[in-house]
């Protein structure tokens, strides 16, 4: 069955991504997995147990995102597996793709920071570059 990942970081182009593997998948059958890659020195530097109460704050965001995915899924009769991963967002992504080895991301052209006039956002952008598989850019 083909496998797509879909990127979510709560802007509305992610929405617009979340949207299109949803229609993929009720569309072809495909498999979903929804992933939400969290930045920050103090998730990358310590282990769960060390920090759980920052941790837990760090992950509410992240969380809400994903359950709400899973639920907007659910909606459509879509089953889709969701994941928080720490690290550099395209990098994290690329490499996520590989170990699933995913058919195709799909993400936003632009996120939660799109505030310049630019086309494509730094994680996009990167991703078209590195992806090892499709990519599909939706706006
Ligand atoms: N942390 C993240 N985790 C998962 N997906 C992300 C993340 N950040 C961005 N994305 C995906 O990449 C798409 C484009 O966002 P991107 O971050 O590249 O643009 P931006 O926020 O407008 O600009 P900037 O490069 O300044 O962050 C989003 O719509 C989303 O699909
Ligand atoms: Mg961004």
């Given at each position: 069955?083909?496998?797509?990942?879909?990127?979510?970081?709560?802007?509305?182009?992610?929405?617009?991504?979340?949207d299109?593997?949803?229609?993929?998948?009720?569309?072809?059958?495909?498999?979903?997995?929804?992933?939400?890659?969290?930045?920050?020195?103090?998730?990358?530097?310590?282990?769960?147990?060390?920090?759980?109460?920052?941790?837990?704050?760090?992950?509410?965001?992240?969380?809400?995102l994903?359950?709400?995915?899973?639920?907007?899924?659910e909606?459509?009769?879509?089953r889709?597996?969701?994941?928080?991963?720490?690290?550099?967002p395209?990098?994290?992504?690329?490499?996520?793709?590989?170990?699933?080895?995913?058919?195709e991301?799909?993400?936003?052209?632009?996120?939660?920071?799109?505030?310049?006039?630019?086309?494509l956002?730094?994680?996009?952008?990167?991703?078209?570059?590195?992806?090892?598989?499709?990519?599909?850019?939706?706006?």
């Open positions: 069955m083909k496998k797509i990942i879909v990127a979510v970081d709560g802007s509305e182009l992610s929405d617009k991504a979340l299109r593997a949803i229609f993929e998948a009720t569309r072809h059958g495909a498999e979903v997995l929804c992933v939400n890659v969290v930045e920050g020195l103090t998730f990358l530097a310590y282990k769960r147990e060390e920090i759980p109460d920052a941790w837990e704050r760090l992950m509410r965001e992240p969380n809400k994903l359950a709400e995915a899973a639920q907007k899924a909606a459509a009769g879509v889709l597996r969701t994941l928080a991963e720490a690290g550099r395209a990098e994290t992504i690329a490499k996520l793709a590989r170990q699933e080895k995913a058919d991301i799909i993400v936003g052209s632009r996120g939660k920071n799109a505030l310049d006039n630019m086309l956002g730094s994680v996009s952008g990167r991703l078209v570059q590195i992806a090892p598989c499709t990519i599909v850019v939706v706006r």
